[in-house]
């Protein structure tokens, strides 16, 4: 069992930057391919990045290549978002997500594990 818990989401300007962390507790963590996606009210999860079990390879969402960044730091069991370049349609619930794989899935519904989720409001 995975446990995640994802903090940093906050009320930021256009134009500015946040820092998401997600926490994963259990010791799959370092063998485990993590996803951030994002939730708007009314439409569906969509991705936004994925990053592979040992972060050598990173995967984006084409809306927010070149703004965010997704890293983790196995010794701490954490992955982080870092979002630049904020835009208000970038508003939404930000969750984490985990599975135990070596490829990266891509897509909500292959991934097993999920946090709680975290608020990102971008005001214009």
């Known amino acids: 069992q995975v446990q995640l818990v994802e903090s940093g989401g906050g009320l930021v300007q256009a134009g500015g930057s946040l820092r998401l962390s997600c926490a994963a507790s259990g010791r799959t963590f370092s063998s485990s391919a993590m996803g951030w996606f994002r939730q708007a009210p009314g439409k569906e999860r969509e991705f936004v990045a994925a990053?592979?079990?040992?972060?050598?390879?990173?995967y984006y969402a084409d809306s927010v290549k070149g703004r965010f960044t997704i890293s983790r730091d196995n010794a701490k069991n954490t992955v982080y978002l870092q979002m630049n370049s904020l835009k208000p349609e970038d508003t939404a619930n930000y969750y984490c997500a985990a599975r135990r794989v070596s490829h990266v899935p891509l897509t909500p519904r292959e991934y097993d594990y999920w946090g709680q989720g975290t608020q990102v409001t971008v005001s214009s």
């Open positions: 990053i592979r079990w040992n972060g050598g390879s990173t």
